[in-house]
């Protein structure tokens, strides 16, 4: 079966408010690899949405800014992995290999 049918792309719905902010992704080189993350900055903020999630309910726009940095992470990680094939000569569609973003922050 083709993998791009069995593994569709993502539909991203806040990445066009998101693209346009400066300094939220870092990029790093692993085992000769570029990988792309968020930036500490974003890092920073998703571990005090995290903590005030567990203390009590996030307004809104927390919420929203908190889905946001969820769909960044998703589409870091997509990017990450086609890179990550084309670099070890893998088909670059085949998107269905080891996550290799490095938020751990998946909502519950």
């Known amino acids: 079966m083709d993998a791009a049918l069995q593994y569709p792309l993502p539909q991203f719905q806040h990445l066009a408010t998101l693209s346009n902010r400066e300094g939220m992704i870092a990029f790093a080189m692993q085992e000769g690899i ?3 993350h968020a930036s500490g900055t974003v890092q920073n ?3 005090q949405l995290l903590h005030k999630q567990q203390e009590t309910e ?3 726009a927390e919420r929203e800014e908190f889905d946001s940095y969820e769909e960044i992470d998703d589409y870091l990680s997509l990017l990450n992995r086609i890179t990550r094939n084309l670099f070890v000569g893998e088909r670059p569609y085949d998107i269905s290999t080891e996550n290799t973003g490095n938020l751990t922050t998946a909502r519950s």
Do not use: M
Request: aromatic letters at 0%; zero cysteines.
């Open 34 to 36: 570029p990988v792309l």
């Open 45 to 47: 903020r998703i571990t």
């Open 58 to 60: 996030l307004s809104a």
